[in-house]
Nanobody, 121 residues
Framework: QVQLVESGGGLVQAGDSLRLSCVASGRTLSSYAVGWFRQAPGKEREFVAAINWNSDWTGYANSVKGRFTISRDNAKNTVYLQMNSLKPEDTAVYYC??????????????WGQGTQVTVSS
């Protein structure tokens, strides 16, 4: 079992930056691919970014490409999502998830509880 805990969310203004963290416990995260997803009120959960186990592959949704960066530190059992140039449409609950492969669909085995990101205009 892998337990995931997200942190780093908050209320920011458009154009600001945030860095989300996803910390794993229970088992080492180094064996897993990790994805970030988000869900805004009244909308379905959508893919944001993913990274494979050793960081040699990353993928992004078109809506965040060039603004968000996913990275990981396996020694710290942590995956990050650096979010720059935030827009009001980035407002959502952000979830991290771990699984065998870096899917862009929510086919991950383990999920965190989410962290709220709110971007004001």
């Amino acid at each position: 079992q892998v337990q995931l805990v997200e942190s780093g969310g908050g209320l920011v203004q458009a154009g600001d930056s945030l860095r989300l963290s996803c910390v794993a416990s229970g088992r080492t995260l180094s064996s897993y691919a990790v994805g970030w997803f988000r869900q805004a009120p009244g909308k379905e959960r959508e893919f944001v970014a993913a990274i494979n186990w050793n960081s040699d592959w990353t993928g992004y949704a078109n809506s965040v490409k060039g603004r968000f960066t996913i990275s990981r530190d396996n020694a710290k059992n942590t995956v990050y999502l650096q979010m720059n140039s935030l827009k009001p449409e980035d407002t959502a609950v952000y979830y991290c998830a771990a699984g065998r492969l870096p899917y862009i669909t929510p086919d991950y085995t383990y999920w965190g509880q989410g962290t709220q990101v709110t971007v004001s205009s």
